[in-house]
């Protein structure tokens, strides 16, 4: 073990020109050597005055794609060119990362989840299947930037005590946002209740929540769940040791309404639901979580 260190630690200076060849070495060298990445990041990275978290995140979900044995927190965000970048930033709703729902393995990885399966066996909840159903009805022409602008920044003055649709009916033009803000909110809290009160599901809600589902998206079939499949709930955030804000917690739970929205589309239903395997067991490193 120490002479494979020195050895991986003499090469460090050759690679740290090149980041191609740092991902190299990270995906090469670093799996036995898990306990190194503090000292990896500490003696590669500052030297060159530069920002070890994301590296280091880089240098993390090479191990992890090697072997999923511990739940990674969320992965950071994507920007719409697959390139890492830090969280959202605060007062800055428009660097938030969009549209990470259209990739499986990513929005898996966002929301805290180190098997895809997971993801796939929470969205058939009927807690999931029901706020999709509702985001679809009152979405109007609303858009993510907006929606977290009035999270941000009239987060009290929502009526999240009414339905949406009572509180911004949809006759009045020029409160979509406010409509899909006050769902995100009270997803937030159904979810976080569901969980900590560990709150049972029955045979009947299924049932009722998969035929509004179908209806909504005219499908013949969605795979039921049982009142005995294990859940395993997301990591919505924030967390603050990851430089996370408020609006990232309700960013993930958006993102996990467009992954089911997504995923219903003809072109990806049939891949992800549409088999009686649709949630075998699957490895974030299967599904090309982009580093």
Known sequence: MPNQGCALFSLLSTFSSSPSR??????????????????????????FGLD???????????????????PPLPKPAFSEDGQNRLPGKPGDPKSFVNKIWEGEGECA????YSMVNDLRTFAMTPLVLRTFCRFEKLKGSHSLKKTLEVL??????????????IAYPLSHSGKDNYRVACI??????????????????????????????????????????????EIRFPKFGPFPNLGEVELEAYNRLYALIRYLGHSASASNWKSRFGSSNW??????????VPT
């Open 22 to 47: 740092l991902h190299l070495l990270a995906s090469t060298l670093l799996p036995p050597f898990s306990g190194l990445h503090s000292l990896v990041s500490t003696l590669l990275l500052r030297p």
């Open 279 to 288: 949630n075998h067991p699957i490895s974030l490193g299967e599904s090309h």
């Open 152 to 165: 941000q920044d009239l987060r009290n003055d929502l009526k999240t005590n009414q339905s949406p649709e």
């Open 184 to 229: 995100l909110v009270q997803f937030k809290e159904e979810v976080e209740k569901a969980h900590f009160d560990n709150i049972k599901i029955t045979e009947a809600d299924i049932e009722a929540a998969c035929q509004e589902f179908e209806t909504s998206r005219l499908l013949e079939s969605v795979p039921r769940i049982n009142q005995n499949t």
């Open 52 to 70: 070890p978290l994301p590296l280091r995140r880089l240098l993390f979900s090479c191990v992890d794609s090697r072997a999923a044995c511990h």
């Open 109 to 112: 990885a966002y929301l805290g």
